[in-house]
Nanobody, 124 residues
Framework: QVQLVESGGGLVQAGGSLRLSCAASGRTLSSYSMGWFRQAPGKEREFVAA????????LYADSVKGRFTISRDNAQNTVYLQMNSLKPEDTAVYYC?????????????????WGQGTQVTVSS
């Protein structure tokens, strides 16, 4: 079992920044990949970013590339999503997820564990 807890969401003006955290517990994550997804009301869940725990390889959705950065803290078993130059269309509930697959993936069904989500609201 892997437990994931997100934090750091809130209200921010367009152009501002926010950093989300995902604390993981239950098992070592050395063989896992971590992902961030988001979902707005009435919209499909969409991929945001992914990171290979071992080695730190990353993958980003085109919509956030250059603005968002995914990173990890090995000692704290924590994954971060630094969000800069935020836009109103970034407004959504953001979810942290963990996958046992070796390769990075943008598909939600490839992730095995999910956090409860944290709300991010970007005002114009």
């Amino acid at each position: 079992q892997v437990q994931l807890v997100e934090s750091g969401g809130g209200l921010v003006q367009a152009g501002g920044s926010l950093r989300l955290s995902c604390a993981a517990s239950g098992r070592t994550l050395s063989s896992y990949s971590m992902g961030w997804f988001r979902q707005a009301p009435g919209k499909e869940r969409e991929f945001v970013a992914a990171l290979r725990w071992s080695g730190g390889s990353t993958l980003y959705a085109d919509s956030v590339k250059g603005r968002f950065t995914i990173s990890r803290d090995n000692a704290q078993n924590t994954v971060y999503l630094q969000m800069n130059s935020l836009k109103p269309e970034d407004t959504a509930v953001y979810y942290c997820a963990a996958s046992r697959r070796l390769g990075l993936t943008s598909y939600g069904y490839t992730y095995d564990y999910w956090g409860q989500g944290t709300q991010v609201t970007v005002s114009s």
